[in-house]
């Protein structure tokens, strides 16, 4: 699969959603560094991509970069609102950042988005566990 998308380079190389698709690719094949590379280069080229500023943030947050993960998922929420993931990985970041009004304030806002949304439950409850 990363073969047909990387074929879509050639054809398309300023298309964001290509860059995103071999990104996700790499993700899957556990080669991180390169899929950052390839959702920042989709985030160049668009940078009101919320899905690559969400999973980009969601890479850099595994890396501990916290700030600059933060920065795009907080892009990511302002660019759409009604992204309930990204206001739970806004949150999870956050969290691992101290800042644990803030993640509440995340957290509750995925679950009001998404009502039935197991993962946030679940870092809101370790989140009260942790702040007691």
């Known amino acids: 699969e990363i ?36 959702y920042k280069e989709s ?13 980009l943030g969601n890479l850099l947050k595994t890396q501990k970069k916290f700030a600059e993960s933060e920065n795009l ?13 990204a206001f739970m990985n806004l949150g999870i970041v956050e969290q691992a950042q101290g800042n644990f009004y803030q993640a509440e304030k995340d957290y509750l806002k995925a679950l009001a988005l998404r009502n039935t949304y197991p993962d946030c439950q679940f870092n809101l409850g370790n989140l009260y566990l942790k702040t007691n």
């Open 73 to 85: 998922l907080r892009k990511a929420t302002e660019i759409n609102p009604k992204f309930a993931a």
């Open 3 to 38: 073969y047909l998308f990387s074929d879509g380079l050639t054809v398309c190389y300023q298309n964001a959603k290509v860059h995103y698709n071999i990104a996700k690719k790499l993700v899957d094949e556990k080669n991180v560094d390169d899929a950052v590379l390839f």
């Open 43 to 55: 985030v160049r080229l668009e940078p009101e991509y919320e899905h690559a500023l969400n999973n």
